[in-house]
């Protein structure tokens, strides 16, 4: 099926080539440029962005998925720095404009596409990150969780606020220990590392509470791997006890 719209990025990571070649484009694909002798250039494209007419639109829409994409790339590689996007292009005229200040508040699924595209499991798909948007359709915690990393990145508030999403889903501190494979004290050194401008300055959480820092502060890098992780095995255990069903999925889809 044709694409209507695309957005053009600018990647320098090694591993894009490879997410691309076996990417299953249920939700995001990608357009790929060869030239000879030259770097491939490539670009987004979404069937839920094929139903939109008006430019301010898809630019709000597009932006909205890509912070889920983005999100979901942070849970998979360690050094991402969220997707550089250039322009949109329009592909039946290949007039192109300026992919900036769209919404990420927008709806970034079209119901049309989400009810003619219903992979019967997350087994279909391939790679965590087409798992994790497809339950981002349905699933507000997963969305939540995947906007906030996607458009903030693994700040120490970014990081926490996945501990607290976490909680909501059901887990305590201990659980998140054990996803991470640390001891659960690690988990309260983040904790009190995160909350305390003694330890991080102006990037803490709140501002000065009087209450002790760890005696060895954690550093970002290490705060990141815990709860990256965790946060990556909270995923993988919600997308085995959501209903995935096809008729449920769009029994689902059919309600928002």
Known sequence: MKHKWAIQVASNYSWFESLVDRHNPVDVGFLVDTYDAQPNQYAIVSHHLDDLTDEREVIDRATALVSLLDGALHLQQSHYAGMHTIDLVDLDTEYRSSFADGSVLADPFSSKWSMAQIPQSYGQLRLP???????????????????????????????????????????????????????????????????????????????????????????????????????????DQRAKTLKVAGAYIAQQTAKR
């Open 129 to 235: 990150t087409e798992r994790m948007l497809f339950m981002a359709r349905t699933d507000e915690l997963t969305r939540d969780m995947l906007r906030f990393l996607g458009v903030n990145g693994p700040t120490w508030i970014t990081l926490y606020a996945l501990k607290d999403y976490m909680k909501r889903g059901g887990w305590d501190e201990n659980m998140v220990a054990t996803a991470a494979g640390v001891p659960d004290n690690e988990v309260v050194r983040f904790r009190r590392t995160a909350n305390n401008p003694a330890a991080v300055g102006p990037f803490a959480r709140h501002g000065e509470q009087g209450h002790e820092p760890p005696k060895v502060p954690m550093a970002l890098g290490e705060a990141s791997k815990l709860i990256l992780s965790a946060t990556g095995k909270f995923l």
